[in-house]
Each structure stands twice: as structure tokens, then as C-alpha cells.
């Protein structure tokens, strides 16, 4: 039987421990990455989806860049980018993203965008037109997709895929049963159908899971499971942190040795690497898993 540190939910609910503490985004190279973002009118997850990790990754003069706006069509209730009916998407995004990257000289790049419901093909060309610009300019530079559920539009997906980007990931985000209340427009097994696609089109393929929304143990071994069944190679496991009241709560603080649990039990599982700790999140050091 695993046993796992227990925290007093009601005692300790709404104060961070002390392992979720992180620096304030100072410093040259933050400024520079800031400056960069400013200049060609980009939109970042960092930013948009309030990362805990965004001082550490822009101080190191990287970035993960969000595509077609920054207004999502979904309504999931753990995340922080804002939700509505957004605008025309910008057919010149792809130029801009592709030299603020070879202008910052990133060697591996991470690109995601919001769900675009709307568009027929959800945003589809312009993930290919992106990943293609970032690799005519900076035809070095590896690349992570982030994409987005495309709601069993398989040649939109198709086309999001094929690009050339190293590693594709779409974030389960949690377990299956917290997923009408947690992701209401998502489906469990239409995203574990989109991972099982990007594997057989021969993509190495990649997903998240926030930890504290009221999940059990032998719900996340679950996913786990579902997850190796449909081809998944890299797993990454954070803690989910409440981005205003309006949000889900944070029912749980996860510490710092389930984690640690977890990601031995993932690779025990098969997968083939795992990230997994409190502040980890989906682009957490992003360039690791490129030739897993």
C-alpha cells in the first residue's frame, strides 16, 4: 500500500506551503524576453495562464509563445486565459513569432494557442504556417506543439502535426471523473483518441495532469494507464494553483514526495520520462524531451 503525507485540507486549503514559493521575474534577461513579447504584439501562455515558472524560463531567455489570440472559446474552470468570443485571427502571426524567436536565439521553442471552436478547421493552418516560419528562420531550433482539443476533427489535427515540430503534446489536464466539472467542452476519451492518432501519425507525443483538484491516488494511476495505452511518451504532473475566486478551488496541496510517488510509478508504467513536482508545468523544461 502507498502511504502519503497528509495535510489538513480545511487547516491548510488557502495557505501555499512553502515548496510553491517562487522568485519574482527580475533581471536582464527577463527584460530582454519582456521587450521581445512587447515589440512583435505576442502572446504568451506564461503570461495568460499566470505560470509560476514564468521568472525562472524568461530569465533564461525563453519562452512558451500562444497562437491565435488570447481569448479561448472553452470555459474550463481551472484556467486563467480569458474566455469569450474572440477575434479575426492574424494571418501575419506565424513572421512574428518566428523571428522573436530567432531574435531571442531560442534553441528549443514551445508554441500552444486557445481552443478556436469557431474556426472550421480550429486554427489548423495557422499551427502548420507557424511551426513552418520558426523553422525557415531557425531551421535548428527543435519545437513542442501544445495543442488544443479539436473536437474529432481529424484532419485538423492532421495538419496541426505535420510540420515538422519534434514533440506534440495535448494536455488531459485531469483524471475522467472530474471532467464535466473541471474541462465541461472536453471529453476523456476524445483526448486520449487525439494522443493515440498523433502516435500512430509517428509523433512523439506528450501530456499534463494538475494534481489538487480533488483527484485520488488510484484515479491519476488510472490516467496513467489510459495514457501508456494510447502511446504517450512524457508525462508531466504539477500542482493546480487557483487563478482568481471565480476559479475551482484548490482542494489539495500535493507534497512534494507524492510527486516524487508519482513519477516513479509513471515510469515504472512505461512511460518514458516524467516531470513531476509542484511547480512543474506543461513547457517545464521543454527542451529535456526532445530525444527521449
Known amino acids: ?56 524560463c524568461w530569465g533564461a531567455g525563453t519562452a512558451t509563445f500562444m497562437i491565435l489570440g488570447n481569448v479561448c472559446t472553452r470555459s474550463c474552470t481551472f484556467c486563467a486565459v480569458a474566455t469569450g468570443r474572440p477575434n479575426e485571427y492574424d494571418t501575419d502571426e506565424p513572421r512574428r513569432v518566428a523571428e522573436a524567436i530567432l531574435l ?51 484532419d485538423a489535427l492532421t495538419r496541426m502535426i505535420e510540420a515538422g515540430q519534434e514533440v506534440v503534446s495535448h494536455n488531459m489536464e485531469t483524471v475522467e471523473r472530474l471532467y464535466r466539472r473541471v474541462r465541461p467542452q472536453a471529453r476523456y476519451e476524445r483526448s486520449l483518441e487525439q494522443i493515440r492518432r498523433t502516435k500512430d501519425f ?22 496513467m494507464d489510459d495514457l501508456v495505452e494510447h502511446g504517450l511518451d512524457i508525462l508531466t504532473l504539477g500542482q493546480y494553483l487557483q487563478p482568481t475566486k471565480m476559479h475551482h478551488e484548490v482542494i489539495e496541496w500535493i507534497h512534494p514526495e507524492t510527486f516524487a510517488m508519482y513519477k516513479e510509478e509513471g515510469l515504472k508504467r512505461g512511460l518514458k520520462y516524467v516531470e513531476s513536482g509542484p511547480l512543474v508545468r506543461s513547457s517545464y523544461h521543454a527542451e529535456r524531451h526532445v530525444n527521449v
Open 1 to 56: 500500500m502507498i502511504e502519503l503525507p497528509v495535510i489538513p485540507s480545511e487547516q491548510q486549503r488557502k495557505k501555499r506551503p512553502d515548496w510553491l514559493r517562487v522568485k519574482l521575474p527580475i533581471g536582464p534577461e527577463y527584460a530582454k524576453v519582456r521587450k521581445l513579447v512587447d515589440t512583435y504584439k505576442l502572446h504568451t501562455i506564461c503570461e495568460s495562464g499566470n505560470c509560476p515558472n514564468m521568472g525562472e
Open 104 to 154: 531571442m536565439k531560442v534553441k528549443h521553442a514551445v508554441i500552444t494557442s486557445v481552443n478556436r471552436d469557431e474556426l472550421k478547421d480550429r486554427g489548423a493552418e495557422i499551427w502548420y504556417q507557424t511551426v513552418r516560419a520558426v523553422k525557415d528562420v531557425s531551421p535548428t531550433t527543435t519545437i513542442e506543439t501544445l495543442i488544443p482539443d479539436t473536437k474529432g476533427n481529424w
Open 202 to 223: 509517428g509523433q512523439r507525443t506528450k501530456s499534463g495532469i494538475m494534481l489538487g483538484l480533488g483527484e485520488t491516488v488510484d484515479e491519476v494511476l488510472k490516467a
